[in-house]
């Protein structure tokens, strides 16, 4: 008897090294590490289930504002993909060689927007050269993302001095760490207005759109996308899916223009 459980033992043991590994079997034990700006979030989460269930690759996703995301990838932080919401930002870590540059692309557009609370009387305002934004804030502050480094901050400050408003609004301005803060500022009525993405208004019920700002008035929102340096070799398999039908079909869900497509070269 002890014999014979000796060899069932043994014959188990030469079966599980035998076994091909996970990969193998069409498996990945890898997860990638996705950087990603904060606007992104629900639209990212739902492309990168999608992409899991396509390929069984794992993905985690930190989402913040690019400028901190790119301050992490300097410090040494691992990541695998950077998706950042401005051009400055993925120039920045280009310049520092923590991209591989034929891997970059314009993945996205977005536009900004100024919204209220969900009950606010505030409606259809009209954005045009001249627009006094402090006044609309009345005894309130103006909501927006860090004007000096976040790239929606960036862009509302852009678009602010083209208008000529950006002298009255600059004291009356609250300034968050990201996007989604910003959101958070107005959804919760601690402030009266707010400027953020219109993506990000869309997904946050307790605000409203009150007005587009006009192009132009900005640099085009964009949105580009690159494996790090040391990134996994799965992380190639991760763009191709961005870029591809069925992440389009998200992203446009959630409002994002999509800047390129399968078939782009």
Known sequence: MIK??????????????????????GQSSETLVVFAAASMKNALDDANAAFTRASSVKVT?????????????????PADVFISADLNWMDYVAKKNLIKADSRYNLLGNKLVLITGKDSKLANVKIEPGFDIAALAGDGRIAVADVKAVPAGLYAKAALEKLGAWAKAEPKLAMAENVRATLAFVARGE????????????????????ATFPDGSYPPVTYPVAATSNAKADAAKYLAFLRGDAAR?????YGFSVLTSAKAS
């Open 61 to 77: 996703t930190s989402y913040a504002a690019s400028s901190a995301l790119a301050k992490q990838m300097e410090s040494g932080a």
């Open 4 to 25: 014979s459980l000796s060899f069932a033992a043994v014959f188990a043991a030469l079966v599980a090294a035998a076994a091909p590994p996970a990969h193998a079997q």
């Open 191 to 210: 402030t009266p207005i707010g400027i953020v993405y219109e993506t990000d208004a869309k997904v946050e019920p307790n605000v409203k759109i009150v």
């Open 249 to 253: 079909a998200i992203f446009e869900k």
